[in-house]
């Protein structure tokens, strides 16, 4: 395999410049990682990954980086990436730890968080575990996470001793192969029960079986 095959493609979406080029910078110095493209907007962000979408010739893109206060907004680039089912992987990066936006996000799908008053070491990693297939939500994610009030989530589900587990490691920010090996059963047996967690819990992604776990578990967070 080559190295260029094994390299976390990156799109930077931020409309101030200075994010942009720090970013950039802090993202050429990783040796897995490349930034394929930058956007100022939301509808940029949207016109670019469906072309690489309909041609695999063109970049392609394992990770957003996503600012929520951008011109078309992020959030609504994030819904409308989730409404086509684009599998790309999208990290919130923002100034603001604004409850409100979070748990649109968090309801959205996001895959994971970043403050921008993070340290460029902390931002990096968060993108490799994104990456990876892992959840990255920091402590003030995690808060709002637990004692939002309007969320949907059902209260009491009857989840089995087992589907407790996988959900247990999923909060964690595992990906399935590594639930799998931490529980010693088949990654197509993760997908089982997590079909049913997100049918007993009534949502429809990672994300949102996270929440209502931190809600429900980690209230002490």
Known sequence: MDKSSRLIRIILADDHALVIEGLRSLIDQQRDMSVVATVEDGDQLL???????????KPQVDVVVLDLQMPFSGLRALEELRKRGDSVRVLI?????????????????????????ESPTQTIDAIRQ??????????????WMT???NHTIA???????????????????????????????????????????????????????AAWYFKTYKKNI
């Open 93 to 117: 990066l923002t100034a603001f730890a604004d409850g409100e936006r979070i748990r649109a996000a968090l309801e959205l799908g996001a895959d994971g968080f970043a403050l921008k008053t």
């Open 47 to 57: 016109n670019f990954l469906e072309a690489a979408n309909e041609d695999p010739s």
């Open 155 to 209: 209260l009491s589900p009857q989840l089995s001793p087992r589907e407790l587990e996988v959900l247990a490691q999923l909060s964690e920010g595992l990906p399935n192969q590594e639930i799998g090996s931490v529980l010693s059963v088949s990654e197509n047996t993760v997908r089982f029960h997590l079909k049913n967690i997100y049918e007993k819990l009534q949502v429809s992604n990672r994300t949102e079986a």
């Open 130 to 143: 994104v990456a990876q297939g892992r959840l990255v939500f920091p402590r003030i994610a995690r808060r």
């Open 147 to 149: 004692h939002q009030q």
